[in-house]
């Protein structure tokens, strides 16, 4: 069965460092997702991708936060300074039309 | 402000017995309601997508009904087995797109043997 791909399933980084984290979206999908889960919280949605472009963001996506798909497989969150505050899994979705499929998440551990 | 309230938030129960989770939300416009089970550390997988002319919907041992009136929804899951220690999570949708999901807080089920 097709899923939702995701790399690193852990990392850990220093403060002020930048993080790329990785995901390889369903084959035949057209929409992308990037989502975070602090610790103990819920859910919370950061951007969504269609047609190479942002098509929405959150509060949260601040300048920090960027993405891109870079060749046309490969679907990539990059936070360029990270911070304490920035710890939490992440989790990357994708759907055709419908149903979203989650990918297994990459936690971000930030010392 | 839109948001999701489940309940309760934390449940234990023998293997085999039944058991009932709450979902209350306030999302309005309301296009879909989607339970989604997480088991510690990994990704949502989804159980059931209602939409808020459907009243109950079915996925094996899970069924969840919808009150589209009242704003509430339930998940039942029947026999219980022990890999169904999970967090379940209720998403009300404002539209089919994913950047308009708004998730519950989760209940936190453990069935022990």
């Known amino acids: 069965e097709p899923e939702v791909t995701q790399t690193p399933s852990h990392q850990v980084t220093q403060m002020g460092q930048e993080v790329i984290l990785r995901c390889v979206p369903i084959s035949n999908h057209l929409y992308f997702y990037w989502y975070r889960q602090i610790l103990g919280q819920k859910v919370e949605f950061l951007v969504s991708?269609?047609?190479?472009?942002?098509?929405?963001k959150s509060e949260i996506f601040d300048d920090q936060f960027s993405v891109e798909r870079p060749d046309g497989s490969n679907f990539t969150l990059k936070i360029r300074s990270t911070k304490l505050e920035d710890s939490a899994m992440y989790f990357c979705a994708s759907r055709f039309y419908g149903e979203l499929f989650f990918g297994e998440g990459s936690r971000l551990t930030v010392l | 402000k839109n948001q999701v309230e489940q309940s309760p938030q934390s449940l234990i129960i023998l293997e085999g017995k039944n058991c009932t989770l709450q979902?209350?939300?306030?999302?309005?416009?309301?296009?879909?309601l989607r339970w989604y089970k997480q088991d510690t550390g990994r990704g949502p997988v989804s159980l059931t997508i209602m939409t808020f002319s459907e009243n109950t919907k079915s996925n094996g041992r899970y069924t969840a009904t919808l009150d589209a009136d009242t704003k509430q929804s339930s998940l039942h899951i029947t026999a219980s087995q022990l890999s169904d220690s999970a967090s379940y999570i209720c998403v009300v949708s404002l539209n089919n797109a994913g950047n308009m999901l708004t998730f519950g807080g989760g209940t936190r089920l453990m069935v022990k043997p």
């Open positions: 991708f269609y047609n190479n472009e942002i098509s929405e």
């Open positions: 979902c209350n939300y306030t999302v309005s416009p309301f296009s879909n």
